[in-house]
């Protein structure tokens, strides 16, 4: 996203920590929060 005109700076950066928060849930939140139908879907 950094080559895109205008997302620079502090524009980039938000976009990063909500790209970091997504990722985080999909690793960690999806496991904890959401039943899946996997067996190793418990922490």
Known sequence: ???MKGL???VSAWWAL???AITTFA???VNMFLSGLHS???L
């Open 18 to 20: 909500v790209g970091l």
């Open 1 to 3: 996203m950094r080559l």
């Open 27 to 29: 690793f960690l939140g």
């Open 40 to 42: 190793y879907g418990e």
């Open 8 to 10: 620079r700076g502090t």
